[in-house]
């Protein structure tokens, strides 16, 4: 059993390809920017089995063709290991590529038998310093790079993403410090800068809580895009 917020039967912008993305319901951060503040509580959204969601999900296979398949997002899916695991076994066995979109903050021995099932890591690098970890994320740099060196280890393939927040990040020298993060790790095969925006403050608003990040403006989409040029992929 897993709890979902929801599924989003064909997206385009989590992974290769046509995909079903689905939310899973519960995180253990806070970052400032967080577009699904509605998924933070573990205890909400709707409580579905693995076979469930699989079966689901396999509908749409005639939509993934060649690249697509399934990603779990969230909330962050590694709160919920054995739910994943069993899911993605499912689709493994069905020949459908799966990706896990994750802060990389958990590790234990339930999320590396995730890893055993997963064709691909969106691994959401979301700051590249300690400082700015701990004050807009709410854990320490330490933890990601930590999951970074261990999809090296196991030669997962990884796509890198981070919103880029006017202000905080939205610096040439920033992505030279994430092009130091990344240097010596060829399975990093993607690295996505993604504009900071504002939409969700509507969902603070309903929720009677503060967006921690009202206080940014939004990235011009032009901009994120001049600095992912300055990217620099690890070669093989
Ligand atoms: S890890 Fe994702 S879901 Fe969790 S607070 Fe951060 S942006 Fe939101």
Redesign the pocket.
């Known amino acids: 059993m897993g709890r979902i917020h929801s599924i989003q039967s064909l997206g385009t912008v989590d992974g290769p390809g046509v995909r079903c993305v689905v939310f899973c319901q519960g995180?253990p951060?806070?970052?400032g920017y967080?577009?699904?503040p509605d998924?933070w509580d573990p205890a909400a959204g709707r409580e579905v089995t693995a076979e469930e969601v699989f079966r689901q999900a396999a509908r749409f296979r005639p939509y993934f063709g060649t690249e697509g398949g399934i990603t779990l997002s969230?909330?962050?899916p590694l709160l919920q290991p054995a739910f994943v695991r069993e899911l993605f076994s499912r689709c493994k066995e069905a020949g459908i590529h799966t990706a896990l979109d994750t802060?990389g903050a958990l590790w234990n021995e339930e999320v590396e038998a995730v890893l055993a099932v997963t064709d691909l890591v969106l691994l959401?690098l979301k700051m590249t310093n300690d400082a700015d970890y701990r004050q807009h994320i709410g854990c320490s740099l330490e933890k990601p790079l930590f999951f970074l060196e261990k999809l090296r280890e196991k030669g997962i393939p990884c796509w890198i993403r981070q919103v880029i927040v006017p202000g905080v990040n939205d610096t040439e020298e920033n992505v030279e410090a994430l092009n130091r993060l990344i240097a010596g790790h060829p399975q990093v095969k993607r690295v996505q800068l993604l504009p900071f925006k504002k939409i969700c403050k509507t969902k603070y608003d309903q929720m009677g809580i503060p967006f921690p990040f009202d206080r940014y403006s939004h990235c011009p989409p032009e901009r994120a895009k001049e600095l992912e040029k300055a990217v620099r992929l690890p070669s093989v």
Do not use: P, V, Y
Request: with cysteine; glycine share 16%.
């Open positions: 995180c951060l806070r970052c967080c577009h699904n998924t969230g909330g962050e802060s959401d």
